[in-house]
């Protein structure tokens, strides 16, 4: 058997892709491993979100490089591949920064992994496959799905049309593409067969799914919802613009569907707003959430923040902090702004220092932390069903998540998969201590979710 690493950063998505990579490979003699001393392939998976990522990757690279030359000394061989966002939008660098590198692909072009493997075995050079293909990867994707345990992801629709001035997806993934209703369900029913009790949707735009026989995302889950086994559905990543009615209206019709929304706002200014891109008012968001809570009352809404976007001031920050406090959010990430190669926001005059950009995170992450610590003391007394995950860090304790997506600990004996009925009695800004409502272990009946 062949060595495989695979080193993922950035979103789910990117997990998904080194998931299906390694299913790729694997019919090449290729089993996975964590040490890059025994590895006869290396895959770095890239993130190019923010400036950091590629510095990392060049780090890493440098890494490999001795490893790489330590192995050619030992008779051994390594095949060493850049995959990802910064493959994608900076392949020639990555060529000219490190030559000692074999491979660098798009996400789009993982299914002619093996084709890559052979030719960069077969002659020096670079094999550098960062255009768009005609096909889909996906028509070219082994169907079977290893075990993603109980947890498991599925793109349904890739790249993104929305153009964020601070933003390098479009370039990176391409136009929004939504794979047919068919083949999701097909994958689907391959990953519950392999045990997945949940799935997770991802697309950089998911919201904006519009595949062939579903036509919309809502359409989607209502068709995953008759999947026997399928006890939890959730979905990420979405934009304000595209989360319509239908949307709103399965939060409360479909109870496989989890009370939880990932909706991106980045910031609380109109000005900034506009500035970013966004399409949409600070007005337009607060009137989307109250629809979502109008359906779905206890519904857990997470964002995304960007503090110091070019051309920000103390006024705008001041909008984002109230916008903040009128929703109350369960959870959030947020970051300075950072700016990215290639985009709009990067050319725009009046960047904002970095002191300002740490002084207004600071604010912004203890306004938002404080507010997740909230979210989850609420549960504190309140009973619902837990997904287990598997064992806790204790003897005799089980890991699971609520339909919040919440992490949990409590004294149980139960498997993965199983779904309990449990009363939370204490709560963290990042987990809830529960106990079991009633003894008994309830079999993972779709029902239980
Ligand atoms: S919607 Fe999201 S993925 Fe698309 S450009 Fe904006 S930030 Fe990037």
Redesign the pocket.
């Known amino acids: 058997m062949k060595k495989l690493l695979i080193r993922t950063w950035g979103c789910q998505m990117n997990v998904y892709d080194s998931a299906r990579m390694a299913e790729v490979l694997a019919p090449l003699g290729f089993a996975p491993t964590e040490r890059a001393e025994e590895a006869d392939m290396v895959i770095l998976n890239t993130c190019h979100i923010r400036e950091k990522a590629t510095e990392k990757l060049f780090s890493e690279l440098g890494r490999l490089r001795a490893v790489k030359e330590a192995r050619a000394a030992a008779g051994q061989g390594m095949v060493l591949a850049v995959a990802g966002c910064v493959a994608q939008a900076e392949g020639e660098e990555i060529a000219a920064r490190a030559p000692y590198v074999d491979i660098v692909f798009g996400p789009q072009t993982i299914h002619r992994l093996p084709e890559m493997v052979a030719r960069a075995s077969r002659a020096a050079g670079l094999v550098l496959e960062t255009d768009f293909p005609e096909e889909s990867k996906f028509d070219h994707l082994p169907e079977a799905r290893a075990p993603q345990g109980v947890t498991a992801f599925l793109t349904v629709q890739e790249g ?1 049309d ?3 001035a601070f ?1 390098v ?2 370039y990176t993934r391409g136009a929004e593409t939504s794979r047919p209703a068919a083949a999701v369900l097909a994958e689907a029913r391959a990953l519950v067969a392999a045990g997945a009790r949940e799935i997770a949707l991802l697309g ?2 998911v919201n904006a799914y519009h595949g062939e026989g579903a036509g919309s995302l809502a359409r989607l889950i209502a068709m995953l919802a008759e999947i026997p086994g399928l006890a939890r559905i959730r979905y990420t ?1 979405s ?1 304000p613009r595209d989360m319509s009615d239908d949307l709103i209206a399965a939060h409360r019709d479909i109870p496989q569907l989890m009370p939880v929304l990932h909706l ?1 706002v980045q910031s609380g200014s109109d000005r900034v707003l506009a500035a970013m891109n966004r399409g949409h008012s600070a007005a337009d968001y607060l009137r989307l959430v109250e629809k979502l809570r109008a359906a779905r009352p206890d519904i857990a809404i997470t964002s995304d923040f960007i503090v110091g976007h070019p051309g920000e001031e103390e006024a705008d920050h001041e909008a984002t902090l109230r916008l903040v406090r009128e929703v109350g959010f369960a959870g959030a990430y947020s970051f300075k702004y950072s700016p990215r190669p290639g985009t709009p926001a990067a050319r725009l005059p009046r960047q904002v220092p970095e002191e300002v950009k740490e002084a207004r995170l600071a604010e912004l992450q203890a306004l938002l932390s404080a507010q997740q610590l909230a979210f989850n003391r609420a549960r504190i007394g309140q009973s619902f069903p837990v997904l287990v995950t598997g064992p806790g860090r204790h003897p005799g304790q089980i890991a699971g998540r609520s339909p919040w997506l919440q992490a949990v600990h409590a004294r149980a004996d139960a498997p993965p998969g199983a779904i309990l009925t449990m009363t939370a009695i204490a709560a963290t800004a990042n987990s809830l201590t529960c106990i079991l409502q009633d003894a008994s272990t309830r079999p993972p009946e779709r029902d239980a979710a």
């Open positions: 993104c929305k153009f964020c933003c997806v479009p950089q735009n990543t934009h991106p």
